[in-house]
């Protein structure tokens, strides 16, 4: 298996956005369960299998065409259920269980940064095994930290859709809210026919990718630093 295959960029893409996915989902639920919402452990949706978070669309499908284009992996898996109702506090609770998500995935690239740290400590040209798990540790943290990112733009179906609708007033946070029924197909529209019909317009590419390589390259540092 060469870096070059596409088994080799497949599974240094694809298993690190699984993980960061299925972490990312399960905090949401966790924080929801502690703030009064068991919606998701009641469906079992607390679970780290993948099976139970795969959308094959957001997981499989667009990350892999991504992967195999050399553009910037992502994806999203199925929601995690929260009831607001049932949240104790639920304007500043689902702020919270919404802020969960993109807050693991920054946990896990610090992680990431620490072990690509111990693999750049055995070896200065690292080749084989080493070398694959070095790939795979800077995958890791690139995948959170768009996986972040990309999840706190301030749009509905967001993460960061969440935070706005929080801090509306009341009236204007449900009109806000509504635009969420269409998450899939605004989702569709942003990502793939916006920049079709305006060029230039790619916000992963124009919004959240130089953010996100700055992020990067702090964790980076860090890995450097501990090597």
């Known amino acids: 298996m060469t870096p070059d ?16 996915i299925v972490f990312h989902e399960v905090a949401h639920g966790r924080v929801a369960k502690w703030l009064g919402d068991p919606t998701a452990a009641d469906l ?69 940064a620490v072990a690509l740290g111990l693999v750049f400590g055995l070896s200065d040209e690292p080749a084989g095994a080493v070398k694959f798990a070095a790939d795979l540790l800077f995958s890791f943290i690139v995948v959170n ?45 942003l990502l793939v026919v916006l920049p079709m019909l305006v060029p230039g317009a790619n916000i992963v590419e124009r919004i959240v990718a130089p953010p996100a390589r700055v992020v990067v390259g702090f964790f980076l540092d860090i890995a450097r630093a501990l090597a």
Request: net charge positive.
């Open 5 to 20: 295959s596409l088994f080799y960029r497949a599974a240094i893409w694809i298993v690190p956005l699984i993980v960061a």
């Open 145 to 189: 930290v768009f996986l972040a990112l990309f999840n706190l733009l301030p749009l509905p179906p967001f993460d960061g859709g969440h935070l706005v609708e929080g801090m509306l007033p009341r009236p204007l946070a449900r009109q806000y809210a509504k635009i969420g029924r269409y998450g899939f197909l605004f989702l569709i529209g």
């Open 44 to 112: 079992k949706r607390l679970s780290f299998n993948p099976v139970r978070h795969i959308d094959p669309v957001g997981t499989v499908i667009l990350p892999l065409s991504l992967a195999v284009a050399g553009a910037p992996v992502f994806g999203w898996a199925k929601p995690v259920p929260v009831d607001a109702t049932r949240l104790r506090e639920p304007r500043t609770g689902m702020m919270l269980v919404a802020l969960a998500g993109p807050g693991m995935n920054f946990l896990l690239a610090s992680v990431g």
